[in-house]
């Protein structure tokens, strides 16, 4: 069990080092030989744990699931409150969400999505699983009577598709005051899809 533990912390550290490296310089100019350098190591002790740079792509993407899901952090379905999912709307539309992993370096590996089968399973499961996790917590929601939401899983996937395509479309816009508006706008048709009243949810503190 030990060696497992040092085997998957030596992994971890190697898909960070690939995500700052790919990140700063792009990930088209990152090669295994350039993390082995930041991480002053031998590059043949990177290829003993991903063989080849696409072996150490899918890591990274798992990766991503792993940051986005971050999100979600209560800790039982049935300790779920309204303030939960107001809160997870919030976060949904904050710079803090979009901030848990660069946009370059996920529009790049969505673009390799149309190229790589097994990239466009694993982008399909991050995105299916921020659904599902979305429409548990509506689902819930739904029972306490706190809320009444027809159909949860449509709900869910509508307020994605909000997220998906503010985040596209404001990665692209440059002004401050009108990224903020948007991102407001957007965020608000999410509370309408969800029948909550927006106007409630303007001081819910954002997690740490």
């Known amino acids: 069990m030990g060696r497992k533990s040092l085997k998957e912390k030596r992994q971890l550290e190697i898909i960070k080092t690939f995500y700052t490296v790919a990140k700063k310089e792009g990930y088209e100019n990152t090669s295994i030989a350039k993390i082995a350098k930041v991480m002053d190591i031998n590059p043949s002790l990177i290829s003993h744990y991903f063989e ?36 997870t709307i919030e976060m949904l539309f904050s710079k ?23 990239i466009k399973t694993k ?3 991050i995105l299916d699983s921020l659904r599902q996790a979305l429409t548990s917590m509506i ?14 899983k449509t709900a869910a996937d509508l307020i994605f598709v909000l997220v998906d395509g503010a985040y596209f479309y404001l990665s ?9 508006e948007r991102l407001e706008y957007y965020k608000n048709r ?19």
Do not use: M
């Not at 072996?55 to 899901?69: N, P, V």
């Not at 952090?73 to 939960?84: Q, R």
């Open 52 to 87: 080849t740079k696409e072996d150490l792509t899918y890591a990274l993407i798992d990766y991503i699931l792993e940051r986005y899901l971050l999100i979600y952090t209560i800790n039982s379905n049935e300790a779920i409150s309204l303030a939960d999912l107001q809160k």
């Open 172 to 180: 692209l816009e440059s002004d401050k005051k009108a990224y903020a």
């Open 123 to 125: 982008y399909k499961l």
């Open 139 to 152: 689902e819930h929601c739904n029972e306490k009577q706190l809320i009444n939401v027809p159909a949860p």
């Open 96 to 118: 803090k969400w979009n901030l848990l992993f660069d946009d370059g370096l996920f529009y790049t590996f969505y673009a390799l999505a149309f190229r790589e089968k097994k």
């Open 190 to 208: 999410a509370y309408e899809i969800l029948g909550i009243d927006s106007s409630i949810s303007s001081n819910i503190p954002l997690r740490s």
